[in-house]
T-cell receptor, first 110, second 116 residues
Framework: EDKVVQSPLSLVVHEGDTVTLNCSYE??????LLWYKQEKKAPTFLFML????IEKKSGRLSSILDKKELSSILNITATQTGDSAIYLC??????????FGKGTRLSVIA | NAGVTQTPKFQVLKTGQSMTLQCAQD?????MYWYRQDPGMGLRLIYY???????DKGEVPNGYNVSRLNKREFSLRLESAAPSQTSVYFC???????????????FGSGTRLTVV
């Protein structure tokens, strides 16, 4: 059974802190790993990581895929209150739908 | 630039009532999905449609049915609602089953359903 595990499940930090969110997976025919940010409504896409693109960066957010360890991290530097959200990790196993982890709820306090 | 449109946004049902959640996308995507999201559970797949004319069960299909009406529309039906179906429901679409070349899925804004 395909599985995606995220840790921690929740996290509270102060503005300006750096945080690291973790995602590990066990899937057949791994194709890619995706990170989404979910605020009040629908998840919005952050990054897609594949064998040919194991590191992505956008502003204060960056992500790395470790195919050997079957895991990924999402780093957020200099956190702001607007970073407060649920961060979802998902993996694409072959041509079947994405499998999502339970998410990490990040709260950034001023 | 609508993307994925879900209706209704909110709904309260009594146990045993039926209803249909509607979803439409205007991105010419082949694949569409229905997920439910419960606190602390992430997104769990109910049903999906890899292409027009096909539907398949996901992780939690019991109590639901779906219809892929055409390429644009994918509806989710609850025939006899139960309190365990209280959840937030998301519809999503992608270019191909499992993965888009660019950015995974595009999600609708969700339907918050309460069954009392």
């Amino acid at each position: 059974e395909d599985k995606v595990v995220q840790s921690p499940l929740s996290l509270v930090v102060h503005e300006g802190d750096t945080v690291t969110l973790n995602c590990s997976y066990e899937v057949t025919n791994f194709r890619s790993l995706l990170w989404y940010k979910q605020e009040k409504k629908a998840p919005t896409f952050l990054f897609m990581l594949t064998s040919s693109g194991i590191e992505k960066k956008s502003g204060r957010l960056s992500s790395i895929l470790d195919k050997k360890e079957l895991s990924s991290i999402l780093n957020i530097t200099a956190t702001q209150t607007g970073d407060s959200a649920i961060y979802l990790c998902a993996v694409a196993p072959g041509n079947t739908p994405l499998v999502f982890g339970k998410g990490t709820r990040l709260s950034v306090i001023a | 630039n609508a993307g994925v449109t879900q209706t209704p946004k909110f709904q309260v049902l009594k146990t045993g009532q039926s209803m249909t959640l509607q979803c439409a996308q205007d991105m010419n995507h082949n694949s569409m999905y229905w997920y439910r999201q419960d606190p602390g559970m992430g997104l769990r797949l109910i049903y999906y449609s890899a292409s027009e004319g096909t539907t398949d069960k996901g992780e939690v299909p019991n109590g639901y049915n779906v219809s892929r009406l055409n390429k644009r529309e994918f509806s989710l039906r609850l025939e006899s609602a139960a309190p365990s179906q209280t959840s937030v429901y998301f519809c999503a679409s992608s270019g191909t089953a499992g993965l888009s070349e660019n950015y995974g899925y595009t999600f609708g804004s969700g339907t918050r359903l309460t069954v009392v």
